[in-house]
């Protein structure tokens, strides 16, 4: 009974799974859509290209504040969004991601570009800080 259990519990996590995926790449075709504002395509791509990216801005092994970006920022980016993105124009991204998952895997180098870079200006901004603290 307790395999039983835990094979549908597994089985509804990938399920949701697959549904957040289709809706994240229905936000990524969303964003390339004509119809959408500047100002939400702008706010669009930065969620985007964070929810994609392999690497988070917080590391995940920084105890609490590792797993606040996946907990709270991108759902809560992705909720701002949707309220940005006019019904029709959703309901034909969708439309297309669930057709376009059939065939390929989207991939986030350029979310990975965007943190990377974030992550060496920090670094640099850092050691240009600790430098000045120096020479003082």
Known sequence: MEITRRGSGIKKLKEKAASLMKETYALYI???????????KAFLSLVLAYAFSPIDLIPDFIPLLGYLDDLIL????????????PTQVMQDA???AAEALLHRKPIGWAGALLIIVTWLIVIAVVIWSLIGMVKK
């Open 30 to 40: 969303a964003a390339r859509d004509p119809r959408l504002p500047w100002y939400a």
């Open 94 to 96: 969708r439309k297309q």
């Open 74 to 85: 991108i759902p809560l980016g992705i909720t701002l969004a949707l309220k940005m993105i």
